[in-house]
């Protein structure tokens, strides 16, 4: 009879547990622990996301969608994510997932039929993160500088590129001294790229958390003295 009660008193101490972990979502964040500006990634790979719940985290200043990729891949969520977003107050930018061995054209029609003026708060940002194998270095970064130079004629204004440390450091050294920069390293140690180059943004995590969805999700924050301001889309 004992035993029995001290297994229930223990179901219940934990079923207790439980429920106070939901109550306070996914714990403790680095956003609940600094000064930052703090943002977001999306794409469809968060599936179903409750903005009513995220919109309220007033930890979260701004989100970069995810809009296409190549010539012909259009993110699912992208649309309704730029809706809901600027419903709820947060500044947003789009991205392209780019392609070297897609043509450049191609790539910036296809990135423009989604990524529309009107609805950007945020420069455009390319997501450079793979070079084709048959592909040499010196050919990538001369047809990744032309897409760039397309996406700059076309917006007005260059864009940010996105890419990690690794891929920074071993193809794109001394390639993008014109452009600003989002660096993706998943550490507690902030980036450090070997030309010792100033970034924006850090990406530093692939594996957030956050109310409102229910999968991972990339979370980001500004570096240094860097403002928000300078990421501004020139309408």
């Known amino acids: ?15 207790c547990g439980m429920v106070h ?19 977001l990634d999306m794409s469809h790979y968060q599936g179903e996301v409750f903005w009513e719940t995220l919109g309220n985290n007033s930890h979260q200043a701004f989100v970069y969608f995810k809009a296409t990729e190549g010539k012909m891949t259009i993110d699912a969520t992208y649309k309704r994510n730029i809706e809901y977003a600027h419903k709820y107050g947060l500044k947003v930018g789009s991205y392209h997932f780019y392609h070297a061995n897609i043509d450049q054209q191609l790539q910036l029609r296809h990135f423009m039929s989604q990524c529309r003026p009107g609805d950007q708060d945020l420069i ?31 917006y007005h204004q260059k864009p940010l590129v996105y890419t990690g440390t690794y891929f920074y450091n071993t193809y ?26 100033d970034y924006i943004v850090w990406q530093y995590t692939g594996k957030g958390r956050i109310n409102g969805v229910n999968t991972y999700i990339d979370k980001s924050r500004l570096m240094g003295k860097h403002s928000l301001r300078e990421l501004w889309f020139r309408h």
Do not use: W
């Open 124 to 154: 455009p940002m390319i997501d450079v993160e793979t070079m084709p194998k048959n592909m040499s270095t010196k050919a990538f970064c001369d047809s990744l500088t032309k897409f760039l130079n397309l996406v700059e004629v076309a």
């Open 172 to 197: 794109l050294l001394g390639k993008l001294d014109a452009y600003k920069l989002m660096i993706a390293q998943y550490s507690e140690r902030e980036p450090r790229l070997k030309d010792e180059r």
């Open 1 to 15: 009879m004992e035993m029995r009660k001290r297994i229930a008193l223990t179901i219940l101490v934990t079923l």
């Open 21 to 39: 972990v939901a109550a306070q979502g996914y714990g403790v964040q680095c956003e609940d622990t600094c000064t930052h500006i703090h943002g």
